[in-house]
């Protein structure tokens, strides 16, 4: 919640709105749900401009229809906003040109390399013009992001807001060491204390799909999100929780990365990640743009 899709969702807007940009942006993410949040906050922010009909998108991603995506793209976009798989294809179907790109953006770039789409990256970059603009956004600089860094920019300047892994301010972390067999009696009596919103985190799409049913046994509203979803499943689940349809929402690591949900006030990390990155992640759902939260954590011998 500090800003990040402001942070280069704004320059690209006044540019467009100002004719300063007469090509066109492309802003690469590594999951379908974060495109779509980034072209809704885009979206949101166009609205108050002038001119805001005059600038068009299209937005590229796994599991939604080709041909419509072909027919924003014979449109001329002025932002598009793509996963890397999906990009790769329209790229070698010959639906896009991407000479015309004048703004690179690569979002959540160290998570993109986790997924193995480095070599989609550099095929995507490869397609634009060295003359161009590049940001790329990190949460923490393994070593192949710096190579990146030296790859795909040009004397670039390092901005780093704070230091790696440190955690929201805002947000109180509880450890609950519990057997592994005692942590839905745990989680019920957790989420029958607290009604706020709660987004659940497990480590495997066969645990999550448990857990929600589990807690639909509850009479609590729940959704899951993992990658056995279908693109649609996930946006109904993601705006269903968002819109307070589901009060509980229980994901794999697909959803740590960048989801903004209002009014969330609980994470619970039902298993806890091998990463401590992941973790810093996971908790950052909650605690954002100057509200509290908390984050609770079950922790068995194992883990």
Request: aromatic share 4%.
């Amino acid at each position: 919640g500090t800003g990040k899709t402001l942070a280069f969702g704004l320059p690209i807007l006044e540019k467009l709105f100002s004719r300063q940009l007469r090509g066109r942006a492309l802003i690469v993410l590594p999951t379908r749900e974060l495109a779509l949040q980034v072209e809704e906050s885009l979206a949101n922010i166009a609205q108050h401009m002038p001119r805001a009909n005059r600038i068009r998108g299209a937005v590229l991603i796994g599991g939604a229809p080709i041909r419509a995506q072909q027919n924003q793209l014979r449109n001329d976009p002025d932002i598009i906003i793509a996963t890397p798989g999906r990009l790769i294809d329209h790229l070698n179907n010959g639906h896009v040109d991407l000479r015309s790109v004048e703004v690179l953006v690569l979002d959540e770039a160290d998570r993109m390399l986790d997924m193995g789409f480095a070599p989609q990256i550099r095929q995507i970059v490869n397609a634009t013009p060295e003359e161009r603009q590049t940001l790329m956004f990190s949460a923490t600089m393994p070593d192949e992001i710096t190579r990146m860094t030296q790859e795909f920019l040009r004397d670039p300047k390092r901005i780093e807001i704070e230091r790696p892994g440190t955690k929201a301010n805002l947000i109180s972390q509880e450890l609950f060491v519990v057997e592994q067999e005692d942590k839905l009696e745990l989680l019920s009596k957790i989420l029958f204390e607290n009604d706020g919103q709660t987004l659940i985190f497990a480590r495997t799409r066969s645990r999550a799909s448990r857990i929600a049913r589990e807690v639909g046994k509850w009479d609590i509203r729940a959704a899951e999100i993992h990658a056995d979803r279908t693109l649609g499943q996930r946006r109904a689940a993601l705006d269903g929780f968002k819109n307070g349809k589901y009060r509980v929402l229980v994901a794999t690591d697909i959803a740590a990365r960048g989801i903004d949900v209002d009014e969330l006030s609980h994470v619970i990390n039902y298993e806890l990640p091998n990463v401590p990155e992941t973790y810093v992640h996971r908790i950052g759902r909650t605690g954002r743009a100057g509200a509290l939260g908390t984050a609770l954590s079950f922790c068995d011998e194992e883990e």
